[in-house]
């Protein structure tokens, strides 16, 4: 896993929070249950994903593109991870690398931690504006978020084929 810390400016960072707020009430959002049935067996909560505003994608894009391996195509999704969701281990590889830019502080008592898997079992709480990014397919997983969390977990999700 490759991490970077503070890979987007706090306005950006708030401009894509702002975006996601401007969704919450619309019909711009898909669920977890569109995933393998692997990935949330077991997980009661919800993870909700809907594409970037145009002009939030372009400013990401073009803040982050150069710190991706060498693809075709990139795909980019928020994710709102609700009470009670996660993500069971797996890992990505159907895409050359997959990444998560953090969109929000977390406590790590709220759950939601990611985890994964290379020389042993690692752990990392969500810190907003780190961005992590897996190019050698390992295992990795968010452990399920707490009923006690204050608010959602956001992040965009980042594919590259």
């Known amino acids: 896993m490759i ?17 996601i707020d401007a969704k919450l009430d619309k019909r711009a959002w898909s669920s977890n249950l569109v995933w393998h049935d692997s990935l949330y067996d077991g997980i009661v909560g919800s993870c909700f994903s809907a594409d970037l505003d145009p002009k939030c994608s372009l400013l990401v894009r073009s803040k982050l593109r150069d710190l991706f391996p060498q693809c075709k195509k990139i795909h980019w999704y928020y994710h709102y991870w609700t009470k009670l969701s996660g993500i069971n281990w797996h890992n990505d ?54 009923n006690s969390a204050p608010y959602a977990r956001r992040s965009i999700q980042i594919f590259g084929e």
């Open 93 to 146: 590889y159907t895409y050359r690398f997959g990444a998560t830019l953090y969109l929000n502080d977390w406590e790590k008592e709220w759950g939601g931690l990611f985890l994964w898997e290379d020389d042993g079992l690692h752990c990392l709480c969500p810190k907003k504006g780190m961005l992590v990014i897996n190019t050698e397919n390992q295992l990795h997983s968010v452990s399920t978020i707490s």
């Open 3 to 19: 991490l970077v810390e503070n890979a987007l400016p706090d306005d950006l960072l708030n401009l894509c929070n702002e975006d």
